[in-house]
């Protein structure tokens, strides 16, 4: 066992060293550990970094931009893209598991930036180990501060518990079960959706979410909804003391379209 040991770790730090996106360090001159603490985590500076559209207004350097005579258009010179590569080790000193080397468990190829002043976007296309292709998961545009207001739109394809806690920033290998759970038939979970989200905060630490999504997550390629009904999720919190504390609560309501099997008329479940 103290021999694999060190062979853990080097496999855990090539991991984690790989798992930001080195894009924006190029562009702004930063190290990645200014919004990462720990990789992949976002801490504070990663967090707002990414709510304002993925830059730094002081830090915009004129000679990375196309001037197109637009002012509402912002067009960077190269396209920000960058990959992620997973990689992890199991073993078993008693053999009651497979020992294996997963690598490459999962690639990202990831690609992030602002397009104008209040408009950015995010995604990235996932592969799995031999190299089978699992396609786009997120992949939204944002819009901020709709006509003014400290409102915040998100358009596209995007987590549903991302505001509670984001996904690709957790330090976790495996996912948080209850996000993909789903009760009996039901398509509906709090896994990957398609659809609109607002969000928006108030100078006292409140926070909010309002989501409108299909309600049948993102497994059906071509189906983009496989009923009429839409689905709906809430959430409110308040920070305390300085950010340290955070309560809050989220609701999820919806209906959707019953099974349908010979003999049986189509069912509504809520």
Same mark, same amino acid.
């Given at each position: 066992?103290?021999?694999?040991?060190?062979?853990?770790?080097?496999?855990?730090?090539?991991?984690?060293?790989?798992?930001?996106?080195?894009?924006?360090?190029?562009?702004?001159?930063?190290?990645?550990?200014?919004?990462?603490?720990?990789?992949?985590?976002? =801490?504070?500076?990663?967090?707002?970094?990414?709510?304002?559209?993925?830059?730094?207004?002081?830090?915009?350097?004129?000679? !990375?931009?196309?001037?197109?005579?637009?002012?509402?258009?912002?067009?960077?010179?190269?396209? /920000?893209?960058?990959?992620?590569?997973?990689?992890?080790?199991?073993?078993?000193? =008693?053999?009651?598991?497979?020992?294996?080397?997963?690598? /490459?468990?999962?690639?990202?190829?990831?690609?992030?930036? $602002?397009?104008?002043?209040?408009? !950015?976007?995010?995604? @990235?296309?996932?592969?799995?180990?031999?190299?089978?292709?699992?396609?786009?998961?997120?992949?939204?545009?944002? &819009?901020?501060?709709?006509?003014?207001?400290?409102?915040?739109? +998100?358009?596209?394809? &995007?987590?549903?518990?991302?505001?509670?806690? +984001?996904?690709?920033?957790?330090?976790?290998?495996?996912?948080?079960?209850?996000?993909?759970?789903?009760?009996?038939? !039901?398509?509906?979970? +709090?896994?990957?959706?398609?659809?609109?989200?607002?969000?928006?905060?108030?100078?006292?630490?409140?926070?909010?979410?309002?989501?409108?999504?299909?309600? $049948?997550?993102?497994?059906?390629?071509?189906?983009?909804?496989?009923?009429? @009904?839409?689905?709906?999720?809430?959430?409110?919190?308040?920070?305390?003391?300085?950010?340290?504390?955070?309560?809050?609560? +989220?609701?999820?309501?919806?209906?959707?379209?019953?099974?349908?099997?010979?003999?049986?008329?189509?069912?509504?479940?809520?």
């Amino acid at each position: 066992m103290k021999k694999i040991l060190p062979l853990v770790l080097a496999v855990l730090g090539l991991a984690q060293a790989a798992a930001a996106i080195p894009s924006f360090s190029r562009k702004y001159g930063y190290s990645c550990q200014v919004c990462h603490d720990p990789i992949p985590h976002l =801490n504070a500076v990663g967090e707002k970094f990414m709510r304002h559209g993925f830059k730094i207004s002081d830090k915009e350097k004129p000679q !990375s931009m196309v001037d197109t005579g637009d002012p509402l258009l912002s067009l960077p010179q190269s396209i /920000p893209l960058s990959f992620r590569i997973d990689s992890y080790l199991a073993y078993s000193p =008693n053999g009651t598991t497979k020992s294996d080397f997963h690598t /490459p468990a999962a690639v990202k190829f990831i690609s992030a930036g $602002n397009i104008s002043d209040s408009i !950015s976007y995010y995604t @990235y296309f996932l592969m799995t180990e031999n190299a089978k292709i699992v396609g786009l998961e997120d992949s939204y545009l944002n &819009f901020r501060h709709i006509f003014g207001l400290p409102v915040d739109v +998100l358009f596209g394809q &995007f987590r549903l518990t991302d505001p509670v806690a +984001l996904a690709e920033s957790r330090l976790t290998f495996e996912e948080y079960a209850i996000y993909g759970f789903s009760v009996g038939q !039901s398509r509906i979970n +709090l896994a990957y959706e398609r659809g609109i989200q607002l969000s928006g905060g108030t100078k006292y630490g409140t926070d909010f979410v309002l989501s409108l999504v299909n309600g $049948n997550g993102i497994e059906g390629q071509e189906i983009f909804d496989s009923d009429k @009904y839409k689905c709906l999720l809430g959430r409110v919190a308040q920070s305390f003391a300085k950010d340290s504390l955070r309560v809050g609560v +989220l609701a999820y309501g919806g209906k959707e379209a019953g099974p349908s099997t010979p003999g049986i008329s189509d069912q509504q479940a809520d």
